[in-house]
RNA sequence: GGACCCGUGGUGUAGCGGCCAAACAUGCCAGCCUGUCACGCUGGAGAUCGCCGGUUCGAAUCCGGUCGGGUCCGCCA
């Protein structure tokens, strides 16, 4: 017996009674040695007198040999050992016979031959493959059985790459002098942005508390409280509907800095994130450092999207100056698309331009765009593709996609060619910068269906043609957002990300209303001009975080809140808490959140974030292994002061906004 | 709130009006095997095709509903 009995005295030892080695751990170097190993039991080869079987752990896979003349004990225990039992085992680690090494397995230069073997746990078969790193596998099977999931190699993986990004966090944040505190789950309700959750108070009858969407109030009253640098790695919930890349509860890293501009806070997190990145995934290259950093205008003018990825070109081409210039009479020196966009866009319809196709002149005389993006290599695109591209546009609310093909020979086609004619098929091609052999896609619409149409089919276009490199970050900065966007159905502006967030220095003028009353928002308010002082974080085409910074003057931040359609008696109730702390002496101050959940799928080359949380929710918002949400205990439901009135009559309420009371009794709950 | 896709032995798939009391692979069980590593060989068990209803002489297959899972739009920082 070579258990190891002394006490654990290093805190990288992994020993136990159970093991003196981990299954990941032994090498050609420990031949000679005694060892004994714990773990599930991965595979078994019986081949009669001699029985192998692989031993896995989460740190790798050992080869046991089992020789039934060595140890005839040995022997009849692992005949009937089975894959997924949990052993533990005791032997001579020996070098294995010259030619039967695997080098497939980090230990395969050894194996263990099995002089004591205990069954510690019996296992029935598993539902599916765990020694299958690649078998396709039902994904409500996994999430019902995810103790098991977990087990397999894939899964492992991942869960082990998420906690290395988190630590890699910590401890960044802990070197740049970054204190970590945590703030409650239990919070108030702010009926605005998301969906809270409700828990009912039991000590406050008829009081709830509500889960954080985020601890953003709460980080800027540790401001106040002077604390210079918070971060959290905090969870986060919101009760909408749920995606791939959305869960009801997910994770953030938070932080927040006092005393600082917008460039301090991008500063720092870049800094952060270069390191992480490096730490976490070195095998994979930041594609530009320092991140690009674009205005949220510019990023929609190039790619159409706020959250670029930025991993291939095909940037969107205004096409109007190349429309304009080919017809006789036009104004060639008015170059009218850059100017008039900065100063409106009804600029265009001063001079009704004439392309010879109605789509292209209704459109731009209506203040609209013609803007397009080179398809590479996809002249020779089939009838059906561009169907299917059309239908795309279409469902993202474009009336058309015009395209324009450039055979290898040089031809220019394009449907359209009848109305705009040969030269200005060609200046087109050249403007949008088509080569031979490329497929010019033409949107011409509203200017924000525009972009939003062509950016979207630019991301889709870059996933089918395969133009980004999956192995490359590209990080990149998106700023300058407008401060608010007109809400028509409420009458009010509403705050395009943090209603805390601060304007521009140079647009602060602009934070008043046309007439003069910041309770009086209307649409033709200089306040719809404003630019914030936010900040977007985006890596590959996915909006990794977002931040800004804060307005701490109570005078700006009340004006602010009018624009919002808040009332002061509102205002108070919401956010009196953090109004009442800025009058106690508030810091300049900013900050961001990041998705830790996205960043992980990211760095783990998945889509799903699902895939990078240990136990995560279905698309319903349940949990098949726990099988929650269910109904609470009629007790429960009394202690609260709760009636339940049943399914039917609470749909009904929440549509007609009434309450009904022709549920069942109180205390029943629905069947199963 | 809306649209679409999927549901067949334990697992992954095939079958898409009769030839199907359902096929293949793998797993499982039993036997044999002293150098395997996705071990091999021989034999065996295992699904009334998610559920309910309809059409039909006949339904895994067609239709409707429902449940579960997924994707997208809306929603969501």
């Known amino acids: 017996m070579t258990d190891a009995t002394e006490p654990l005295h290093a805190l990288d030892d992994l020993a136990t009674p159970y093991r003196t080695a981990t299954c990941g751990q032994l090498r050609g170097t420990d031949a000679g040695r005694e060892a004994r190993l714990a773990g599930w039991v991965h595979r078994r080869r019986d081949h009669g007198h001699l029985i192998f079987f692989d031993l896995r752990d989460r740190h790798g896979i050992t080869q046991v040999v089992v020789d039934a003349h060595e140890s005839p004990a040995a022997h009849a225990v692992a005949a009937r050992v089975r894959v997924e039992f949990v052993v533990s085992t005791a032997g001579l680690v020996a070098r294995r016979l010259p030619g039967t090494e695997n080098p497939k397995l980090a230990t395969g230069e050894i194996e263990l031959r099995a002089r004591d073997l205990e069954i510690l746990s019996e296992a029935k078969t598993p539902p599916f493959y765990i020694n299958e790193p690649d078998a396709p596998i039902d994904e409500s099977l996994r999430l019902r059985y995810r103790y098991l999931d977990i087990r397999r190699e894939p899964m492992r993986d991942r869960l082990l790459l998420r906690a290395n990004l988190v630590r890699a966090i910590r401890d960044a944040h802990h070197r740049a002098g970054f204190v970590e505190i945590e703030t409650p789950i239990l919070i108030k309700s702010t009926p605005e942005g998301a969906r809270d959750f409700i828990v009912p108070s039991r000590l406050q009858p008829g009081t709830v508390y509500a889960l954080p969407q985020s601890p953003q109030q709460l980080k800027q009253l540790l401001m106040v409280a002077g604390i210079d640098r918070y971060f959290q790695i905090a969870r986060c919930f919101r009760d909408e509907d749920l995606r791939g890349d959305r869960q009801p509860e997910f994770t953030q890293l938070d932080l927040e800095m006092s005393f600082v501009r917008e460039e301090t806070v991008m500063d720092f997190v870049e800094a952060m994130i270069v390191e992480v990145s490096r730490a976490v995934v070195p095998d994979r290259p930041l594609r530009e450092v320092p991140f690009p950093r674009f205005t949220y205008e510019e990023a929609l003018e190039r790619y159409g999207s706020d959250k670029p990825d930025l991993r291939f070109g095909m940037e969107l081409v205004d096409l109007a100056p190349a429309l304009l210039a080919e017809t006789p009479g036009a104004d060639r020196n008015g170059a009218p698309h850059e100017e008039a966009r900065t100063v409106g866009e009804t600029a265009f319809a001063a001079a009704t331009p004439a392309t010879g196709f109605h789509v292209f002149d209704d459109a731009l005389a209506s203040g609209g765009r013609v803007k397009g993006i080179v398809a590479p290599g996809m002249a020779a695109a089939s009838r059906r593709e561009i169907d299917e591209l059309t239908a795309f546009v279409r469902r993202y609310g474009a009336r058309g996609l015009v395209h324009v093909a450039v055979d290898t020979g040089g031809t220019v086609h394009s449907p359209i060619g009848k109305f705009l004619g040969e030269a200005r098929l060609r200046a087109l091609a050249r403007a949008a910068g088509a080569a031979p052999g490329d497929l010019l896609l033409v949107v011409a619409d509203r200017p924000a269906v525009t972009a939003d149409v062509l950016g979207r089919l630019r991301r889709e276009l870059g996933e089918r043609l395969g133009l980004a490199d999956p192995k490359e970050l590209a990080y990149c900065w998106v700023h300058r957002f407008p401060m608010y966007q007109w809400d028509a159905e409420h009458g009010r502006w509403d705050a395009t990300h943090n209603p805390f967030s601060g304007v521009v220095p140079e647009d602060e003028a602009l934070l008043v209303t046309a007439s003069g009353d910041p309770y009086q928002p209307s649409p033709e308010d200089p306040a719809g001009r404003a630019r914030a002082m936010q900040y977007d974080i985006a890596l590959n085409g996915w909006e990794l975080g977002g931040g800004s910074v804060r307005i701490h003057r109570r005078d700006l931040l009340e004006r602010s809140f009018a624009l919002q359609g808040y009332s002061q008696e509102r205002m108070r109730d919401l956010f009196g808490g953090i109004l009442e702390a800025f009058e106690y002496g508030a ?39 726990l099988e929650a949400p269910s109904e609470p205990d009629p007790v429960q439901w009394a202690e609260l002061g709760l009636q339940f009135v049943g399914v039917a009559a609470a749909a009904k309420t929440s549509t007609a906004g009434e309450a009904a009371a022709s549920g069942p009794p109180a205390g029943s709950v629905p069947g199963r």
């Open 587 to 625: 810091p300049p101050h900013g900050g961001i959140a990041l998705g830790i959940d996205r960043w992980a799928a990211l760095f783990a080359d998945q889509t799903n974030i699902r895939e990078v949380m240990a136990f995560p929710k279905t698309a319903s918002g349940t949990d098949l292994m």
